[in-house]
């Protein structure tokens, strides 16, 4: 199993940054990738960006965060992590990193089998 725990939210006016981390423990080599996704309020769940765990760090975003949001892993601290930049009050949600170990799709939750708690963002205008 793995365990996840995200950090780094808060509150930010917009334009602003916040850079979010997912500290992963356990069988982590055991991992394909990470993802990040959020959820607003009176909203789905959505995918956000997903990196793979090892081997080529081939990335993928959703499109309304693409030049603004990068994501990025440090294998040695086992973390993964969330660079915000020119944030916007539509990217306020709770926050959540996952894990997959196979057939991983940002459009399909159910390949993520590990999830932290999530962090709360907020952006005010």
């Known amino acids: 199993q793995v365990q996840l725990v995200e950090s780094g939210g808060g509150l930010v006016q917009a334009g602003g940054s916040l850079r979010l981390s997912c500290a992963a423990s356990g069988r982590t080599f055991e991992s394909y990738a990470m993802g990040w996704f959020r959820q607003a309020p009176g909203k789905e769940r959505e995918f956000v960006a997903t990196?793979?765990?090892?081997?080529?760090?081939?990335?993928y975003y959703v499109d309304s965060v693409k030049g603004r949001f990068t994501i990025s892993r440090d294998n040695a601290k086992n973390t993964v992590y969330l660079q915000m930049n020119s944030l916007k009050p539509e990217d306020t949600a709770v926050y959540y990193c996952?894990?997959?170990?196979?057939?991983?799709?940002?459009?399909?939750?159910?390949?993520?089998?590990?999830w932290g708690q999530g962090t709360q963002v907020t952006v005010s205008s």
């Open positions: 990196i793979n765990w090892s081997g080529t760090s081939t990335t």
């Open positions: 996952a894990a997959c170990v196979a057939y991983c799709s940002g459009a399909n939750l159910s390949t993520y089998k590990n």
